[in-house]
């Protein structure tokens, strides 16, 4: 009886072996057990509840570098391939969270290495040396990122197919981002039905395209999905956590080889709270049931504790 042998190239080896401790602290505050190459991570919430940006605050961890001339930066120095379907990226978005993350860092660098009564506290004395690293460090870590449009869903599953020779020949390249999985759902929803087919179909063949990078190349997927589809009626047997912090409930319509094919969804709100002088959201795991809060301004996502 003859068995089929599986076999592997050395770049599918290198990213299989490499990917999990590379990517162990990505985010802390999310994922404090760290995430593994293979993981498929899904956000889901409603429009303007911080999806893209939070897609946003994991890419500047990526692709910016471990350290810089010996100032810890505090990136992972990853390739992250960043599928823009949605057409909500913003690359001057980008830049300013680069720049303000890498000032913070080479500040609290600065702190450490100069005892407190040395430190200078003219914000205006900043030397020309440093002003040129940071913009070095903003080019540098953008070399990392590849961002892909699509305008349809047949081209978005071609170009993922076409991607295995690309992420071969880039060996960096540890995450694959889908802002969104489902931007084109109702005009596939519309030739399914002019076809007398399920748009379940269509969908389960982006599933296979992902599922062929996620297992030779040990991809870790992050993709956002809008709630664009709400339950008639309250359904027994929600997520109590979910119902209690007052969380938008998920409901499904990608078909049942995405619901199969996502190993951990985060569920993002937009919550309305008169006392705060921010405006709060928050980010359910529906993993491990644990809700983090964050808000939003000019230099990014902070969590509250």
């Known amino acids: 009886m003859s068995k089929k042998?599986?076999?592997?190239?050395?770049?599918?080896?290198?990213?299989?072996?490499?990917?999990?401790?590379?990517?162990?602290?990505?985010?802390?505050?999310?994922?404090?057990?760290?995430?593994?190459?293979?993981?498929?991570?899904?956000?889901?919430?409603?429009?303007?509840c911080g999806k893209t940006e939070m897609l946003l605050h994991l890419i500047i961890r990526a692709i910016l570098p471990v350290s810089y001339a010996s100032v810890p930066i505090g990136g992972l120095n990853t390739g992250v391939i960043f599928f823009d379907t949605d057409f909500h990226f913003c690359m001057l978005r980008l830049v300013t969270l680069l720049e303000h993350f890498i000032r913070k860092k080479m500040e609290e660098y600065s702190n450490r290495q100069e005892p407190s009564s040395a430190i200078d506290t003219n914000k205006e004395a900043v030397s020309d040396k440093a002003q040129v690293d940071v913009e070095s460090i903003i080019k540098l870590s953008l070399k990392k990122l590849y961002v892909v449009h699509c305008n349809s869903t047949?081209?978005?599953?071609?170009?993922?197919?076409?991607?295995?020779?690309?992420?071969?020949?880039?060996?960096?390249?540890?995450?694959?981002?889908?802002?969104?999985?489902?931007?084109?759902?109702?005009?596939?929803?519309?030739?399914?039905?002019?076809?007398?087919?399920?748009?379940?179909?269509?969908?389960?063949?982006?599933?296979?395209?992902?599922?062929?990078?996620?297992?030779?190349?040990?991809?870790?997927?992050?993709?956002?999905?809008p709630a664009i589809l709400h339950r008639r009626q309250k359904e027994r047997g929600l997520q109590?956590?979910?119902?209690?912090?007052?969380?938008?409930?998920?409901?499904?319509?990608?078909?049942?080889?995405?619901q199969k094919f996502v190993?951990?969804?985060?569920?993002?709100?937009?919550?309305?709270?008169?006392?705060?002088?921010?405006?709060?959201?928050?980010?359910?795991?529906?993993?491990t049931n644990t809700l983090k809060r964050f808000f939003i301004c000019e230099a990014g996502i902070t969590f509250i504790p």
């Open 5 to 48: 042998i599986k076999a592997e190239t050395g770049t599918q080896l290198f990213a299989r072996l490499g990917s999990k401790q590379v990517l162990q602290h990505l985010e802390n505050e999310l994922f404090p057990d760290g995430l593994s190459g293979g993981d498929v991570i899904e956000f889901y919430g409603e429009e303007g």
């Open 154 to 225: 047949s081209q978005l599953i071609t170009t993922l197919y076409s991607l295995a020779s690309y992420v071969s020949s880039q060996g960096d390249i540890k995450l694959l981002i889908l802002d969104s999985i489902s931007a084109f759902y109702w005009i596939d929803k519309c030739e399914a039905v002019d076809l007398n087919k399920n748009v379940d179909t269509t969908h389960s063949k982006i599933v296979k395209a992902l599922e062929h990078l996620t297992a030779d190349y040990n991809l870790l997927v992050f993709a956002t999905k």
């Open 240 to 258: 109590s956590a979910c119902l209690a912090s007052g969380s938008t409930q998920h409901f499904e319509y990608m078909g049942k080889s995405w």
């Open 263 to 287: 190993t951990r969804r985060l569920i993002l709100t937009k919550h309305n709270e008169q006392a705060s002088t921010r405006q709060i959201f928050s980010v359910l795991d529906s993993l």
